[in-house]
């Protein structure tokens, strides 16, 4: 028997803290499975933590396109979503390669509270399924245990840019040069009047003006980059190797386990993967560590080797790499290839360090800065205390 929104009557309920895509994405996944969701989020609408700026939506981990992965999980793309096909990359040298996939090498997408944007999309299709959504309710604890959602806990890396308005025509552009980046790379995505652009840092945090600023040169010099009205942004992505993801009866899910791209920061997929298959097994964590298992460590685990290689290679290396790469043909093939689970690459990553899950931490109240550690854990070793000023 069924109530009146399709659940099945008597249905537990699943109860999620945080209205990010993994918290939306695992409510929606319980209630396709007939359950009850609730879900708390501790900001007044979806989508807060970001600005209107954009993201990619990766289209190189599998060989499923992201968008039909996605529909087979119950999601819809009922946001603003452009296939990117092509675009420039500047190697550390300052030239310019431009590259062409036949497949959407990613997907572009808005992140925010306005309409269109991803957030909102996966809003809409939650309250339709059914799902109750508690603004402005922030969770310490769920008492009956449950998914925490509540995006990184703490700053592995940085983006830190301006949203802005242009004339410009649509284009996406990266540049990699430690000069723009510090173990990372900058970026300029420009789609329908509107753009973005950043640079995601992997050190030296204290100087992000610094770095935005010559993203900011560096993007006008090349490709003519122009502006109205804009709008600094920021936020910080936790990177490291996920060992486990639940704590008795309460699953973690997106960033705040960790999962992430550990090479350029592309999290999104696994936050809409890591919460469906939380939400489908209806909270159990035993079902879910062998789906995320199965799914997600061994992605999780290449990434992060993939990270020490980029790292290894410095400037000249990643020059060299970028340029054999680029006479190589298709992007998003060769970007299957650095993903794949290579047997060494996942042999190797056992080595890496993993970190304990956190409890429900809170920033430093009237903090905004993009870059300090206000959501360390205080199991970071002393170093890592004195490296990140915390
Ligand atoms: C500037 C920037 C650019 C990025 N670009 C890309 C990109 O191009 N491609 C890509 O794939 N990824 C990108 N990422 C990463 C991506 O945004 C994240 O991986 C993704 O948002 C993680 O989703 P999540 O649901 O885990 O967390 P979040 O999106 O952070 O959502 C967590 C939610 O939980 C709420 N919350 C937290 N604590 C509580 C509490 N105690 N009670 C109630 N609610 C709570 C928060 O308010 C928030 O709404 C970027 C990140 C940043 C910061």
Known sequence: MTGPAGERVNAPTLEVVGAGPSGLSAALAARAAGARATVYEKRPDVGMRFHGDFQGLENWTSDTDVLDELAGVGIDANFDCRPVYEFVCFDPGGRAHGVRSGRPIFYLVRRGSDAGTLDQGLKAQALQAGVEIHFSERRRRLEAGGIVAEGPHRADAIAAGYQFETDMADGCYG??????????????LVDRGRGTIATCMFADFHNERQYVERTVAFFRRTVGLQWRDPRRFGG????HRVATASVGDHLYVGEAPGFQDGLFGFGLRYALLSGYLAGRGGGSPEAYDRAWRARLAGLNAVSLVNRRLFEVLGDRGRRFVIRRAVAGGDPRVLLQRIYAPA?????????????????????????????CRCHRDATASAPERRRSGA
């Not at 980046?181 to 900058?186: C, E, K, L, M, V």
């Open 175 to 188: 540049a990699m040069s430690e000069a723009l980046a510090p173990g990372g790379y900058s970026y300029l």
């Open 236 to 239: 910080s992505g936790n990177f």
């Open 343 to 371: 047997a060494w690459k996942l042999a190797v990553a056992r080595w890496l360090p993993s970190r304990p899950l956190l409890g429900h931490a809170d920033p430093v109240q009237g903090c905004e800065c993009t870059w």
